[in-house]
Structure formats: C-alpha cells, structure tokens
C-alpha cells in the first residue's frame, strides 16, 4: 500500500509490498507516521494501517507484515 499523507487524510492504494519474511503480500499494511487523527486510529485497530509514531525520520520502515509481526 502506498500512503500518500495530505492533511492527515492518508489515502491507501491497493499495491502492496511482499514481505521478506513469508514472500506474501496478503499481510502487508503500510505504516503510518505522525500524529493518528480519529478514523487513522479506527484503521489501525482494524489492522488495516499500522501506526508508527508521531516522528516519521529517513529510512524508518514503510511496511508491516501481520503474519511474521515484521517491519520493513
Ligand atoms: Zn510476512
């Protein structure tokens, strides 16, 4: 998934990053840095972004795989 943050609005798109631990890409969902605003925190209690912390710094990773609990 692609985020794309603008205005805290966080737009998802449906290319998702195969994971290097399984090689799948079903549990991938994106991480999402800064400040979580109300519907962010619903979607991550959906499982459906993963919230990364409210500093975003160069390199932290994109993406987390549900299945092997694995950022990268
Ligand atoms: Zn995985």
């Known amino acids: 998934m692609i985020t794309q943050p603008t ?14 631990a399984c090689r799948q890409s079903d549990q991938v969902i994106p991480i999402i840095y800064g400040y979580p ?25 994109q993406w987390h795989c549900k299945r092997d609990s694995k950022a990268f």
Do not use: F, W
């Open 37 to 61: 605003g109300k519907a962010l925190m619903i979607k991550a209690d959906l499982g459906i972004v993963k919230l990364g912390g409210c500093c975003y710094e160069k390199g932290q990773p």
């Open 7 to 20: 205005n805290n609005q966080h737009q998802v798109s449906e290319i998702r990053k195969t994971c290097p």
